[in-house]
């Protein structure tokens, strides 16, 4: 099928951006790299007055470590933040979560950005951000303004981004050295949407835990942060009972839904199997580190 008409304007700045997306007074979409909008343009699932495309916008295709944070540009090319000695560096789990995402091809042309803004309940970047308790910038004609990631998502494709307002960088605390970390995920066929995935990641050694973060993506309207999972690993340690407990929890806790790619029932029980592995493999990673 092909899309509806629409105007396509491509700025040369934020600010003309954002004055273009006021003008059309929330009937304009941006385009950042397209892979989630031009599919729903084709079914004609949207229908905008405009397309606002970002990538002749200098200066939102960065990255860089600044005070203890990795900052990427909105318009970062997927395949340039799986690449970047700077993302494996501080934020190896970001990494492995960019190998689940659709094909090389998708992650070429696909954005950080615009995966993060398009909030797909399944996606695996927003997961991520999550489970890094990360942040976005939000520019708009009033500002910019920082939005948390746990108060980013609102629900399927929602966010609490503004009409008139663009995600312009996004910044993830860089994660611990010694960090054990695991991205799990269930899929029809590789690089199909997530059925289910989870986000792992546990500060301590193979004995405790000072610190994990649990996400699971593709079980709710949003991604889930499983706190009460994280408090028994915290409480609990990291042994074999604790991370059966955690990943009991885990399922206990959400909430998802029956569609006719799967049942709420599948759901939960693919919560409890994949925070089981993700978590397991996280403590494999402590343990695999050099000890001194």
Excluded at 245 to 253: G, H, I, Y
Excluded at 257 to 281: C, I, N
């Amino acid at each position: 099928m092909k899309p509806p008409k629409f105007a396509y304007h491509a700025p040369g700045s934020v600010e003309e951006a954002i004055q273009l997306l006021q003008s059309y007074a929330g009937n304009a979409r941006i385009l950042a790299g397209g892979q989630s909008l031009v599919p729903l343009l084709n079914f004609r699932l949207l229908a905008p007055q405009a397309l606002v495309d970002l990538r002749k916008v200098p200066g939102l295709a960065d990255i860089r470590y600044s005070q203890g944070k990795v900052c990427i540009g909105a318009m970062t090319r997927q395949r340039a933040a799986e690449t970047s000695p700077v993302v494996a560096q501080h934020l190896p789990i970001m990494i492995e979560a960019l190998g689940w995402v659709g094909h090389l091809p998708t992650r070429s042309r696909g954005t950080i950005g615009g995966s993060i803004a398009h909030a797909d309940p399944s996606a695996e970047l927003p997961m991520v951000l999550l489970a890094l308790d990360g942040e976005v910038c939000a520019q708009g004609s009033s500002g910019t303004r920082v939005i948390a990631a746990d108060d980013l998502f609102d629900s399927v494709f929602t966010t609490k981004l503004a009409p008139g307002e663009i995600l312009s960088e996004v910044r993830m605390p860089a994660m611990q050295a010694r960090a054990g970390f695991a991205v799990e995920e269930y899929a029809r066929r590789k690089g199909d949407f997530a059925i289910v995935a989870v986000a792992s990641i546990i500060e301590g050694d193979s004995k405790r835990c000072t610190r994990a973060r649990l996400v699971a993506a593709g079980v709710g309207a949003r991604p889930v942060r499983l706190r009460a999972a994280e408090q028994l690993l915290e409480k609990g340690g990291v042994g074999a009972e604790a991370i059966e407990a955690a990943a009991r929890d885990a399922a206990e806790a959400v909430e998802p839904t029956s569609d006719p790619v799967a049942s709420a029932d599948f759901r939960r029980h693919l919560t409890a199997v994949l925070a089981k592995r993700a978590l397991q493999r996280a403590v494999h990673r402590i343990e695999a580190y050099p000890h001194g």
